[in-house]
């Protein structure tokens, strides 16, 4: 069974930096895509990055890049997403997902079998 658990958030001001982590268990794939999603009050949930396991390949939403690096250790079966230059719109609930493939777009989150469930970030001005 899959179990995907997610950890790190919190509050932050403006410009400062947080980092989420996700402890995942019971994969069974070779090959899988790992992401983070999130969703804010009232919106529809986006994807804001993701990782491929073997290769490391990394997809990030426009929003984001630059600020935010997604990264992924197998030996300790965990993902993370380092986030720096907090913005006030970077306020949501983050998920940690997981999937056959890689993406970010719009609606993609219909690729991803499984999720954690959900880290709080809050960022004041």
């Known amino acids: 069974q899959v179990q995907l658990v997610e950890s790190g958030g919190g509050s932050a001001q403006a410009g400062g930096s947080l980092r989420l982590s996700c402890a995942h268990s019971?994969?069974?794939?070779?090959?899988?895509?790992m992401g983070w999603f999130r969703q804010a009050p009232g919106k529809e949930r986006e994807g804001v990055a993701a990782i491929y396991s073997v290769g490391g390949s990394t997809l990030y939403t426009d929003s984001v890049k630059g600020r935010f690096t997604i990264s992924l250790d197998n030996a300790k079966n965990a993902l993370y997403l380092q986030m720096n230059s907090l913005k006030p719109e970077d306020t949501a609930m983050y998920y940690c997902a997981a999937g056959a493939l890689c993406s970010v777009v719009a609606g993609s989150q219909r690729l991803y079998n499984y999720w954690g469930q959900g880290t709080q970030v809050t960022v004041s001005s």
């Open positions: 019971g994969f069974t794939y070779s090959n899988y895509c």
